[in-house]
């Protein structure tokens, strides 16, 4: 059995005023890649597999509430967002950008914004890897993933 893995993913939907199709498929398409694969191991004595609950406290701190199966509470782990503020903010900015380009523009324009979308989303993965180092070890395909569940948290009306 794969214990070093996260079972279910909960967003904090409390905090989401507003989702366009845009940002409801890129929300889904996560969930879905990051349940089929993962690696998701706290620090310590925590054994998995874990459900995760994901909320952001006073707009600039996320919470990964690490819980066991039977959804009994292992470990809170706070995570300092204002590393990460400019660069989720780009990242939106970005996506309208390329959502936009899909429907006016040349495959290679539309190829040149989704080029600097993947940057900002590669740049944002690395931030979030080295705030998680000291509690919790993610790989680079988690930690991209969370990346995306993190700003659909964000999205404000």
Known sequence: MWVDRI???FLDETS???????????RAVAIYDLL???HFAPV?????????????EDHNRL???????????LREIPVPL?????????YFQI????????????PSQIETIDMARRGLHDEGSDILMKRLRDAVEVDFDTARRLFTLICVLHIRG
């Open 82 to 90: 204002v590393p990460l503020r400019r660069l989720i903010r780009d």
């Open 7 to 9: 079972a279910q993913i």
């Open 95 to 106: 996506c309208e950008s390329y959502y936009e380009a899909i429907k006016r523009l040349t």
């Open 36 to 38: 089929e694969s993962n």
């Open 44 to 56: 310590g004595n925590v054994e998995g597999p874990y459900h995760l609950h994901l909320r952001i």
């Open 16 to 26: 989401i005023v507003r989702r366009s199709p845009e940002v409801e498929q890129e």
């Open 63 to 73: 919470i990964l509430d690490i819980r066991d199966v039977s959804d009994q509470s």
